[in-house]
């Protein structure tokens, strides 16, 4: 089988609509990206729990697809990481939705992969972590096809593609294997 290289909001959805929970895309994306960043030791337990047991191979290939793409960006900081939400051509309240959605997915992965969201001690991460739950908490509802609200929304979306890839990178730093001294040491 060929690597996806590429996976559609709509490919996602049409996946989800098969699976018993019909979960939304952003939030399963959120959810994987969550999972990815902590240091999961099931690596299917995520899958398990958006499309049920019984899951067809079609819709296996396309969680997968969105796990191995989203693993890539991740581990490679990749520009091209995006949060998976509905296109602009849609409605900002359903946009904003789908954002919340989205963060709340990213928290559940957190605590799957056994990251603690709450009482930690103050740091860069835990203002991150505390952003995404406000994020997650927004009231879409209120939101007003404005251009105010349109450049609010977008500078929003920028930032938590930002918090989650300092989540990734701080949370893999803090488990990297400590080497002592620099190379430079080594050669004296």
């Known amino acids: 089988m060929k690597p996806v290289t590429k996976l559609s909001y709509n490919e996602l959805e049409k996946a989800l609509n098969k699976t018993t929970l019909k979960l ?5 994306h959120g959810l994987v990206c969550g999972f990815l960043c902590g240091h999961p030791k099931d690596t299917k337990a995520w899958e398990e729990l958006v499309a049920g047991k019984d ?5 296996h290939i396309v969680l997968q697809s969105l796990y191995d793409l989203s693993a890539k960006q991740l581990r490679e900081f ?3 990481f995006q949060l998976m939400l509905p296109k602009d051509t849609k409605e900002l309240p359903e946009r904003a939705e789908a954002l919340t959605l989205w963060c709340q997915g990213m928290l559940t992965g957190l605590k799957m992969a056994e990251v603690p969201i709450t009482d930690r001690q103050p740091s860069e991460l835990t203002e991150a972590i505390n ?3 406000e994020v997650a908490k927004m009231n879409y509802e209120d939101v007003v096809a404005s251009e105010e609200d349109e450049a609010a929304y977008t500078d929003l979306v920028e930032y938590i593609r930002m918090v989650v890839t300092f989540i990734y990178q ?12 620099t190379a430079k040491d080594k050669l004296h």
């Open 24 to 28: 939304h895309p952003s939030q399963v």
């Open 55 to 59: 899951e067809s191979e079609a819709t």
């Open 78 to 80: 990749l520009f091209e």
């Open 131 to 133: 952003d995404l739950i």
């Open 170 to 181: 701080d949370l893999h730093e803090q488990d990297a294997p400590k080497t002592s001294g």
